[in-house]
């Protein structure tokens, strides 16, 4: 295991880094700004369509997608260090084009789908002249365990029919939020509960698709990102908008969700990153009962405790990419499933501690430690709550010291 980046990437994330800051660092003031005073903050914000071309002209445009010819090529391990860098300024993602859910569907619809709608929806996302809704979580029952999906989708001569509630769903509020990928039951009845879902492309015009709301986090509006609340009454679409075919939606999820889920984590170290740099920056700054923060013992061990948490978070991280990239996503379920579960609690926690050196103005909208808290303790419940990938690697773990049924049977009639 060698995580030494190659010369490419050092490239490309010395290349990164420049943008950073030339463009994203002393415009993320402007960002807060020109969200804040917008009439409608779903609207796009005019610095990141400002931007966008700049990163296009540079060559920091869809990073992502490994081994594709549609995106830069990178594998997992080679985009892990430039979603951390794009992860400290949680906004700057979309300005090359790497942002979710627009990247987890490209790599969905690139993967799974036909040329046809590759043609129709993969292009215009990898331009950037779209976006994207991924729409799988349902309010009624405990989406943890998507096997419990009850949106039905079914077949009527050439089209599907759709009914059901969503919520949850990724990029619905952007109006440039042009398809829907949806989850549902065409085979509610079949004896294998992993193939009973299906996934289908919903454009979004299509009568009977329903906004009903934009869901607040932590009393944020989430704008202009954000997740909706959807209502399906009678959604017809051409059988044509199937994704590889009845029955294979559980199966297009854990593709998905492998790459959506390591990304996450990337732009979760840095965030702790970014946050373990205000802490110091402050602690430096503000000199209680006599002498700097940073004098004081608790707030160095803190700090120090915070590197230790962030490195560990990372190789964790690359050693997940590596395997993903030479055992495929599927074998590498564990790992996945480790840093799932370490990166989104590693980052509450030096988050936390980067709040409590900020004293009141820590919760407070006039630092951005707030803001990446909200984003940290989310991440800990989407693709999969922390206590759904703790139980699936204990299982994981007991099984490698279970006997053999053999040796087990055998034992078992002495």
């Known amino acids: 295991m060698d995580f030494a980046y190659s010369e490419r990437v050092e490239e490309l994330r010395s290349r990164l880094l420049n943008f950073f800051d030339d463009h994203i660092r002393p415009n993320d003031r402007l960002y807060h700004q020109q969200l804040a005073e917008a009439p409608d903050r779903w609207q796009p914000v005019p610095i990141v369509e400002e931007l966008k071309p700049k990163a296009r002209a540079a060559g920091l445009w869809n990073l992502f997608l490994p081994h594709s010819e549609r995106g830069a090529g990178l594998s997992n391990l080679e985009y892990a260090p430039l979603a951390e860098i794009m992860g400290g300024v949680p906004w700057s993602s979309e300005v090359f084009n790497c942002s979710a859910p ?40 405990a989406s943890s365990d998507a096997t419990n999906i009850q949106t039905r989708i079914v077949r009527d001569g050439d089209h599907y029919v759709i009914n059901g509630r969503k919520w949850w769903s990724s990029g619905a509020g952007d109006p440039r939020c042009a398809i829907f990928i949806v989850m549902g039951k065409t085979a509610p009845d079949s004896p294998d509960k992993y193939r009973q879902q299906s996934m289908v492309l919903v454009p979004r015009n299509t009568p009977g698709l329903t906004i009903k709301r934009m869901l607040p986090v932590f009393g944020f509006d989430d704008a202009p990102h954000g997740h909706a609340e959807l209502l399906f009454e009678d959604v017809r679409v051409p059988a044509e908008n199937i994704l590889l075919g009845e029955g294979r939606g ?31 920056k402050r602690s430096l700054e503000r000199r209680p009962f006599g002498k700097p923060l940073a004098e004081q013992g608790v707030i160095i061990e803190r700090i120090a405790q915070s590197r230790i948490l962030i490195d ?3 190789l964790l991280t690359l050693h997940a990419a590596w395997r993903m990239d030479t055992v495929g996503n599927k074998v590498a379920r564990a790992e996945i499933a ?63 010291h279970k006997p053999p049924r053999a040796e087990a049977s055998a034992r078992a009639a002495e």
């Open 338 to 400: 480790e840093i799932k579960v370490a990166a989104p609690q590693m980052a509450c926690q030096v988050i936390d501690w980067a709040i409590q050196a900020h004293g009141g103005g820590g919760v407070t909208e006039d630092f951005p430690l707030a803001h990446f808290f909200k984003i940290a303790r989310t991440l800990r419940i989407v693709d999969g709550p922390d206590e759904v990938h703790r139980f699936q690697l204990g299982r994981m773990e007991l099984a490698k």
């Open 250 to 280: 559980f199966e297009i999820a854990q593709g998905r969700l492998g790459p959506g889920r390591i990304h996450h984590c990337m732009r979760a170290i840095g965030l702790a990153e970014r946050a373990l740099e205000l802490m110091c």
């Open 312 to 314: 560990q978070a990372r």
């Open 102 to 141: 627009d990247t987890g569907n490209m790599e969905t619809i690139d993967r799974y789908g036909t040329d046809a709608q590759k043609r129709e929806w993969l292009d215009p996302l990898l331009e950037g002249e779209i976006r994207s809704c991924f729409a799988m979580t349902e309010p009624d029952v």
